[in-house]
């Protein structure tokens, strides 16, 4: 009677070794499958970044063409030109090379693999994170207003924060622009507590609609979308959570949708 229940006891531990094992080998394949999912959401966000940086640039491609238009113009017809046109010229022409270059730097910036931790003011990010969106709402007149509570700074990956508050931004459009929405608005709050700093994205597009609500973060998850690939929101979660240790909550109003992002402070 004895002997069994040791032979029990010892049988129960030699399975126990390889459930443990086994459980080992599955976390390890799933942070495989994480970090392939990581590479394909990177490409997928490039090639959303791609299109912002065209809808950015097709403005002073057309504002450049219509300063020289009158130069050519007066030239071909033998017309003299003062100096001080061209000149005036010239300086409209630089400054809209600089800002064309300055998005072309925050395209770059952003694709910098963050190495580590870095401290950041808040405000200074979300300026770039907005020039690198702003046209594409403007193409659609929506309004977007940012309400800094206080310039706080930041601890964390500096370019990953923008990227998930470009996806979930450039969500917001997508559904105010498809249900065309009267009024379009997107508002972002930043506002802190003792522990931690916490972003607000809220809109008017008349909320999610999709129970239980989370799936939204749920791999390849797309809904209503004409190209949507399922990817932003479950990327935009595992930066914030795996990577922050932050939080990225989700939930409704009577007006839409709202995305908090919670960040701690060290
Ligand atoms: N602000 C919002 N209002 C209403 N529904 C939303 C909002 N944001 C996201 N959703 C819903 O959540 C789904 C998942 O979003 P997610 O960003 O993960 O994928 P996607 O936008 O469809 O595709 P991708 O971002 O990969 O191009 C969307 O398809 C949409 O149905
Ligand atoms: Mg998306």
């Known amino acids: 009677m004895r002997q069994t229940k040791i032979e029990d006891f010892l049988e129960l531990e030699e399975h126990n070794k390889e459930l443990e094992q086994r459980v080992k080998e599955e976390v390890f394949k799933n942070r495989e499958k994480d970090k392939l999912m990581f590479q394909q959401a990177k490409l997928a966000s490039m090639g959303e970044m791609l299109g912002n940086i065209s809808h950015q640039w097709r403005q002073p491609l057309m504002e450049i063409s219509s300063i020289f238009l ?35 730097d925050d395209f770059k910036n952003f694709f ?24 594409s709402l403007k193409v659609h007149d929506i309004k977007l207003d940012i309400i800094i509570q206080k310039n706080t700074v930041m601890l964390g990956y500096k370019n990953e924060y923008s990227q998930v508050l470009i996806n979930i931004i450039n969500n917001a459009r997508d559904i105010l622009v498809q249900r065309k929405i009267q009024n379009p608005k ?66 409704n109003n009577k007006e839409g949708a709202i995305f908090t992002v919670i960040i701690p402070k060290s």
Do not use: C, R
Not at 78 to 99: A, F, G, H, M, R
Not at 125 to 130: C, L, P, Y
Not at 199 to 212: F, L, Y
């Open 70 to 104: 009158p130069i050519e113009a007066k030239l071909n017809m033998d017309i003299p030109l003062d100096n001080k046109e061209v000149l005036d010229s010239i300086e409209k022409l630089n400054d809209i090379t600089k800002y064309m270059s300055n998005t072309i």
């Open 186 to 251: 997107i508002k972002i709050t930043i506002t802190e507590n003792k522990n931690d700093i916490i972003t607000k994205i809220e809109d008017n597009a008349g909320g999610i609609k999709i129970t239980p609500i989370e799936k939204v973060f749920d791999p390849f998850f797309t809904y209503e979308k004409i190209n949507g690939s399922g990817i932003g929101l479950f990327m935009s979660k595992l930066i914030i959570e795996n990577n922050m240790n932050g939080k990225l909550e989700v939930s």
């Open 112 to 135: 910098l693999k963050d190495k580590e931790k870095i401290h950041f003011e808040i405000l200074e990010q979300i300026n770039s994170t907005v020039n690198i969106i702003s046209s």
